[in-house]
């Protein structure tokens, strides 16, 4: 089966700036899909952004980009312009066989 | 309503009790999925439905914890004998195929169990 590995507890950044919430996978699948998705105190899970393994270019969502690298098998996710509203928690995600969840990363925004 | 609701947002019950907890997914979703997330943990798979039937249970953790879909909408996750280690979020998830489409999520049942 495949693991989800979010190695940052907590991350803190200044509103304005940027911050990468890291994660690293392992499967065995040769096609599968990633996923960033954030949970506000309120629960609801809410996607962020997706990468579909067999694509090569970085998956790119407004102020949210992602460093898909596939032989490392890590997909780290990029927050630009920090916005107060992105305080959450951060889930990173993957698809193939089943859809498994990192542990989460808390992500903090300094005014 | 638009999104994926559950109901009850949050069951109390004593240890041994029977519990239902009910998602009504987005109108038109095929797939269904059920989770549970523990205190600080990402939510861990239990179970996922194509239509009616169990595409995948291999994540429910014994036979104390059941799920149905009889007409293809909405689902209830059952729950014999609870246990106090039963106590979590329990997510509901719907999306149009598969999970290769956006998975959306209800905003959870939070069952505490005593």
């Known amino acids: 089966a495949q693991t989800v590995t979010q190695s940052q507890p907590e991350m803190s950044v200044q509103e304005a700036e940027t911050v990468t919430l890291s994660c690293t996978y392992d499967?065995?699948?040769?096609?599968?899909?990633l996923f960033w998705y954030k949970q506000p105190p309120s629960r609801q899970m809410i996607l962020v952004i997706r990468?579909?393994?067999?694509?090569?270019q970085n998956a790119t969502e407004n102020r949210f980009s992602v460093n898909f690298q596939k032989a490392a098998k890590s997909f780290s996710l990029k927050i630009s312009d920090s916005q107060l509203g992105d305080a959450a928690m951060y889930f990173c995600?993957?698809?193939?066989?089943?859809?498994?969840f990192g542990a989460g990363t808390r992500l903090t925004v300094k005014p | 309503g638009a999104g994926v609701s559950q109901t009850p947002s949050n069951k109390v019950t004593e240890k041994g009790k029977y519990v239902e907890l009910r998602c009504d997914p987005i109108?038109?979703?095929?797939?269904l999925y059920w989770y549970r997330q523990s205190l600080g943990q990402g939510p861990e798979f239990l179970i996922y439905?194509?239509?009616?039937?169990?595409?995948?249970d291999s994540g429910l953790p014994n036979d104390r914890f059941f799920a149905v879909r009889p007409e293809g909408s909405v689902s209830t996750l059952k729950i014999q004998r609870t246990e106090r280690g039963d106590s979590a979020v329990y997510l509901c998830?719907?999306?149009?195929?598969?999970?290769?489409?956006?998975?959306?999520f209800g905003p959870g049942t939070r069952l505490t169990v005593l």
């Open positions: 109108s038109g979703h095929t797939a």
């Open positions: 439905f194509q239509g009616t039937g169990a595409a995948d």
């Open positions: 990468q579909e393994a067999y694509k090569q």
């Open positions: 998830a719907s999306s149009l195929i598969d999970s290769y489409n956006e998975q959306f």
């Open positions: 499967t065995s699948e040769s096609d599968y899909y």
């Open positions: 995600a993957s698809y193939r066989p089943d859809m498994r």
